[in-house]
């Protein structure tokens, strides 16, 4: 049976990449769920698969079985709460892509993003687009997004994809890896994959002048291999190490994967205890021994050292709140920037 590699998935239909390059249009054999899984879709982009090859248009292939995951990232399906709806498998990294002006993205949706990515095991690197048309004001809120995160142990990026500003400092972090490029509708995802390799010309979009909101153009995720047009990213191998014939099959890195998502709207954390949630906040898991409780949940309690760290400046307020939020199960926040 052939292997493949899931590179779309829209519900019912998968693209399957063989190992030959050959690409199939496949349905899923109908038994194919994961044991004690509430999942809205048993296969993922990044996902390796057994497949039945596609025959011809109207016989599409079947994806017959499910390779062991390495990783995956979920969100809380928004139609069926209790369904897990599995984003991609087989990730290296994430990169979350954030605007801090048109659209806003809310330090409660990248926290959110954050915990689960950190659940997951997932590393994540923040990039912040669309730098090149902020006011002073905006300048302001981006240098304390930086400083935020980068406190919280997180690298950060500045980019304007549209301008090809820090896009060989992202080209750089994709090389050789399978990075999954997320954010809300209209942060410049698909600019950005089109800034690093413009082969693939991706459909971007206008952001609408009423909402300030991007529409909706990517309306499933999909993976791309990056810089097979220009030959990039596949180094010739050293001479002499191969057979003149079989040079420029040899491949220097792993091929470079990225995989476009819809713009994410909210970000459902999928069920975890509050013990579990300040786990997945770096700065926060570091000081959660030093609480005069041990079973300390950092809201009211006396000698809390978490608390204790929000007050003199050494943990981001909006890191906190956020940590709040998640505990006591409130839902995300729509809409403005919150300041810390
Ligand atoms: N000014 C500016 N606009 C950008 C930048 N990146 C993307 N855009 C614009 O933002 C809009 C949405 O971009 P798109 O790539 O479709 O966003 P996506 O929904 O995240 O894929 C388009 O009109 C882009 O031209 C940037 O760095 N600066
Ligand atoms: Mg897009
Ligand atoms: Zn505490």
Request: net charge negative.
């Amino acid at each position: 049976m052939p292997h493949g590699l899931v590179m779309r998935s829209t519900g019912s239909r998968y693209l399957v990449r063989g190992e030959d390059g050959s690409l199939h249009d496949c349905v899923a054999r109908g038994n194919l769920r994961i044991k004690g899984w509430k999942s809205t879709n048993p296969v993922a982009v990044g996902d390796r698969v057994d497949f039945l090859p596609q025959v011809d248009a109207e016989h599409p292939g079947t994806i017959t079985d499910l390779h062991d995951r390495r990783n995956y990232l979920v969100r809380r399906s928004v139609n069926l709460s209790h369904h897990k709806h599995v984003i991609a498998a087989n990730l290296d990294q994430a990169l979350l892509l954030v605007t801090v002006a048109r659209p806003q993205t809310s330090f409660g949706f990248i926290d959110r993003f954050l915990v689960t990515a950190e659940a997951y095991q997932v590393p994540v690197v923040i990039v912040f687009n669309k730098v090149d048309n902020l006011d002073d004001n905006e300048l302001a809120m981006l240098a304390e997004y930086e400083e935020v995160y980068q406190g919280a142990g997180y690298r950060t990026v500045i980019t304007a994809a549209l301008k090809g500003v820090g896009v060989q400092e992202v080209k750089d972090l994709l090389a050789g890896r399978v990075t999954l490029l997320a954010g809300h509708s209209g942060v410049g995802k698909s600019t950005l994959i089109n800034a690093i390799d413009p082969s693939l010309d991706l459909h971007t979009l206008e952001i609408s002048h009423a909402s300030g909101k991007g529409q909706h153009t990517t309306t499933y995720a999909e993976m791309f291999e990056l810089g097979v047009a220009s030959g990039e990213w596949r180094v010739e191998a050293a001479p002499g190490s191969a057979p003149l014939a079989t040079r420029h099959s040899v491949l220097a890195t792993p091929p470079t994967f990225i995989i476009d998502t819809p713009g994410i709207k909210g970000f459902g954390l999928v069920d975890m205890s509050a013990e579990e949630i300040v786990d997945q906040f770096p700065e926060l898991f570091e000081l959660k021994g030093q609480c005069r409780f041990s079973n300390c949940m950092h809201l009211e309690e006396p000698g809390c050292a978490v608390r204790a760290a929000v007050k003199e400046g050494r943990v981001a307020e909006s890191r906190y709140r956020s940590y709040v939020d998640m505990v006591s199960g409130a839902e995300e926040e729509e809409g403005p920037y919150r300041r810390g």
